[in-house]
């Protein structure tokens, strides 16, 4: 599967940002997708989560009540609706796909096997 982010860019905190990933593959809506993000000089990190059905998602404690994680299989396509946006926000964000079917969101940056090139957020203060 190839996984394509965008929608990052400039925002002054408290704005907010809507990320897409579009995936191309008939078995996109079997996989649990991820949403990631790496600061410089930082390790990447997980974010957000959602299982294939859309059922069940899962956040990082940083961005919890502020980022939201959805998926629209017929369309292919992951989103991530950031909201309340902070400086220490900015970073290359990464959607991730997992192929394995698990009992619940994986959270390791080893877990996913199939990454998106990334799409920088920057928020300014």
């Known amino acids: 599967v190839q996984l394509q982010a965008f929608g990052g860019g400039l925002v002054q905190a408290g704005g907010f940002l809507r990320l897409s990933c579009a995936a191309s593959?008939?078995?996109?809506?079997?996989?649990?997708m991820g949403w990631f993000r790496q600061a410089p000089g930082k390790e990447r990190e997980f974010v957000a989560g959602?299982?294939?059905?859309?059922?069940?998602?899962y956040y990082a404690d940083s961005v919890k009540g502020r980022f939201t994680i959805s998926r629209d299989n017929a369309k292919n396509t992951v989103y991530l609706q950031m909201n309340s946006l902070k400086p220490e926000d900015t970073a290359v964000y990464y959607c991730a796909a997992d192929p394995i079917i698990y009992f619940t969101i994986r959270i390791k940056v080893n877990e996913y096997a199939y990454w998106g090139q990334g799409t920088q957020v920057t928020v300014s203060s």
């Open positions: 959602i299982m294939w059905s859309g059922g069940s998602t």
């Open positions: 593959g008939r078995t996109f809506s079997s996989y649990t």
